[in-house]
């Protein structure tokens, strides 16, 4: 399955007063490598193994494979994750046909808030709400992979 998606930073809370769904996101990875990541998530009462390939060139897509575990074997997992374990809160917003997952980062990456977007297709139109900001699709540094090695408050 291929994944198609836009990051933006979030310019305010005024997304908090539209989210219809708050959850809370413990999450580590196994292997952080560009080619390959493998995730374990606890995403409230749910857990899952994510496997994603690397992005196309302008970053909006790639491969990513995922399957439901047991809350338990998640938290197992968790322990032999490398260094840099996520925490943040989803809220998710709808936005017309589309649906914004805004992320706001706690622990090493408290401040940042990223909203995405999930696509049909790379040239799927969508309308911007006033508290997105810049785009940061294809940017590296804001991949959860990459803030878990280096966190927002070192840069």
């Known amino acids: 399955m291929t994944e198609i998606e836009r990051k933006f930073l979030v310019k305010s809370d005024a997304f908090k ?3 219809y769904q708050k959850t809370r ?3 580590g990875f196994l292997n952080t490598n560009p080619e390959r990541t493998v995730r374990i998530r606890v995403n409230g ?3 899952f193994l994510t496997v994603k390939g690397k992005s ?3 970053g909006l897509s790639r491969f990513e494979w995922e399957k439901e575990i047991e809350v338990e074997e998640a938290e197992n997992l968790l322990k032999l994750c490398e260094p ?3 925490e943040k809160d ?3 917003v709808k936005n017309q046909d589309h ?3 805004v992320d706001e980062f ?8 990223i909203a995405e977007i999930e696509l049909k297709s790379e040239e799927d139109k969508f309308l911007k709400p006033l508290w997105v900001g810049e785009e940061v699709t294809g940017d590296n540094r804001y991949y959860n992979s990459q803030l878990s090695k280096k966190p927002y408050k070192n840069w």
């Open 90 to 92: 989803r809220y998710l």
């Open 17 to 19: 007063s539209d989210a």
């Open 45 to 47: 009462p749910q857990a």
């Open 56 to 58: 196309s060139e302008n």
């Open 25 to 27: 996101i413990v999450q």
């Open 99 to 101: 649906i914004f997952e």
């Open 84 to 86: 840099g374990i996520i």
């Open 106 to 113: 706690h622990g090493q990456n408290k401040g940042l808030i």
